[in-house]
């Protein structure tokens, strides 16, 4: 059984599971945002800046960052703990947590300033 396949499987299912899936077929788009077999997710519980339209000039190297940090953490996990959860963002992604050697990614980010706990609703600037 092929990644998508099995991921596939887990976003029908009503009740959120676990995947393994190995870091080489996860690509991080950017730090809150990862493709796997060309299945977009949005990972939930946390913010990262942005990257493709920043408010402002700081923004951006924030994400750029954040983004190099999540696909660090990705590619030297090996293998990756991929919990696919019900619904979809408002840009139709997947909502997913990744889990590297057993914390999630964002808790990581989170810790190292990278990213800011978020839960839905508006989100807080990023700009100074």
Request: charged share 25%; aromatic share 6%; proline share 4%.
């Amino acid at each position: 059984m092929t990644v998508l396949s099995t991921l596939l499987i887990i976003l029908t299912a009503s009740v959120s599971q676990a995947a393994p899936v190995s870091s080489g077929d996860i690509y991080m788009i950017d730090g809150d945002t990862a493709d796997i077999g060309g299945q977009r997710f949005r990972l939930v519980g946390y913010d990262t800046p942005e990257t493709s339209k920043p408010r402002c000039g700081h923004e951006k190297p924030l994400g750029t960052e954040a983004t190099k940090r999540a696909r660090q953490l990705v590619d030297n996990a090996g293998r990756v703990e991929v919990v696919v959860l019900p619904g979809r963002d408002k840009y139709g992604r997947g909502l997913a947590r990744f889990y590297v050697a057993g914390v999630d990614l964002g808790e990581i980010l989170i810790s190292e300033g990278l990213a800011r706990s978020y839960n839905g609703g508006r989100r807080s600037s990023w700009c100074k």
